[in-house]
Each structure stands twice: as C-alpha cells, then as structure tokens.
T-cell receptor, first 113, second 112 residues
Framework: DAGVIQSPRHEVTEMGQEVTLRCKPI?????LFWYRQTMMRGLELLIY????????DSGMPEDRFSAKMPNASFSTLKIQPSEPRDSAVYFCASSPAVGNTIYFGEGSWLTVV | AQSVSQHNHHVILSEAASLELGCNYSYGGTVNLFWYVQYPGQHLQLLLKYFSGDPLVKGIKGFEAEFIKSKFSFNLRKPSVQWSDTAEYFC??????????FGAGTRLFVKA
C-alpha cells in the first residue's frame, strides 16, 4: 500500500519565486495535515483538512502561504512569494480518522536562496 | 488549550543503557497518546500508541510507554538502547477537537 506521496522531494528556488508543494494522501484517509519542520522551531502544524475542508489554518505563518484540497486525493501548499526564512522541510500527513495515527510523507526539502 | 511537554531536548546515552523520555500533557478528558520517531533525514513514523485498555503499551523495536492518567504522563522507555536508536522522538496527544498536538521533540544520541 502506497504511503503519503509528496513532490517535489527537494527544491531550491530563488527568493520571490512561487513554490508549490504537492501531496497525495493515503487512499481512504479523510484527514490531511501540512507540517513544517525547522531546526529553530521544530515541528509546526500549518493547516489541516477534514473531508477536504480546511478546519484550522491558524498555523499558516502569513498570507504568502495558502493550501488547497480540491479532492480527497490531492492537496497543495503554495508559497508566493517565497523568502529565505521559508526554507524548511514540509511534511504532508494523513490520517484515517480524527485522533487516529498520522502517517507522514517523506517530506519536501525546500531551500530558498 | 491542550499542550504537550517533553522534558528533555537532548539525551546522550551509551549503548545498552536504559532510556526513559518524559512526556506530560494538559487535557482533562479522554486522550489518544502517541510516540513517533524520526531517524536522521527521514520522516516521522509511529512508534506506539495508546487509545484505551492496558496502560502499558508495547511498540516496535523494544520500546514501551506507560500511560499514568493521574500524572497526565506517557513516558517512553527502552531497557537497552542501541546505536540505531539515535533519532528524534516526539510525543503527541489528541484530546478534544480535531488537533493532534506534538511535543517539541527529544533528540537521542546513542554512543557506540
């Protein structure tokens, strides 16, 4: 069974460019999460969806960040414009139900120069 | 609001030493409790979980955790660590609402 699939795995981009990270959750899971991990701030929950509906986006750092989930099998996290301080590992994760085990993707390693 | 506190940010042990990582949470109701592990350069993976029943939970790779409701704690233990246990360990709690809250993580380094 395929796990959570993220793309790209690595991206290096210049400041000011738009970055789009993609995620395919595990089939049948109805909760999807976007996390950001840095050395300084640890693991931060940015936003999560339940049944494709954004439930809590209070962790989204600012308006430059946006996330969508147009259907049950796809989500995007967009940063526009990107800044060097956005450099981090972005994890997408899914869960079969609220409160159940969260399954993480391999992460998208973003470097903004 | 819920919160999760992991007492140690960094732990250094020698191989064969015993391990205990502390985790406390703040939520008075029913909770689901988790420990996740992140090996260097990898994503988080579930180590063990507690939903109900026996408060002593056994997970993969010889890890176990004990839920003590009166202390709001869910400490992770392993009797004898190995070099391959070097990783970051995250405690997580799901109480009321949708969110699962993760602790700040504890970095374990095991000396060979």
């Amino acid at each position: 069974d395929a796990g959570v699939i993220q793309s790209p795995r690595h991206e290096v981009t210049e400041m000011g460019q738009e970055v789009t990270l993609r995620c395919k959750p595990i089939s049948g899971h109805n909760s999807l999460f976007w996390y950001r991990q840095t050395m300084m701030r640890g693991l931060e929950l940015l936003i999560y969806f339940n049944n494709n509906v954004p439930i809590d986006d209070s962790g989204m750092p600012e308006d430059r960040f946006s996330a969508k989930m147009p259907n049950a099998s796809f989500s995007t996290l967009k940063i526009q414009p990107s800044e060097p301080r956005d450099s981090a590992v972005y994890f997408c994760a899914s869960s079969p139900a609220v409160g159940n085990t969260i399954y993480f993707g391999e992460g998208s390693w973003l470097t903004v120069v | 609001a819920q919160s999760v506190s992991q007492h140690n940010h960094h732990v250094i042990l020698s191989e064969a030493a015993s391990l205990e990582l502390g985790c406390n949470y703040s939520y008075g109701g029913t909770v689901n409790l988790f420990w996740y592990v992140q090996y260097p350069g990898q994503h988080l993976q579930l180590l063990l979980k507690y939903f109900s029943g026996d408060p002593l939970v056994k997970g993969i790779k010889g890890f176990e955790a004990e839920f003590i409701k009166s202390k709001f704690s869910f400490n992770l233990r392993k009797p004898s660590v190995q070099w391959s246990d070097t990783a970051e360990y995250f405690c997580a709690v799901k109480g009321g609402g949708f969110k699962t809250i993760f602790g700040a993580g504890t970095r374990l380094f095991v000396k060979a």
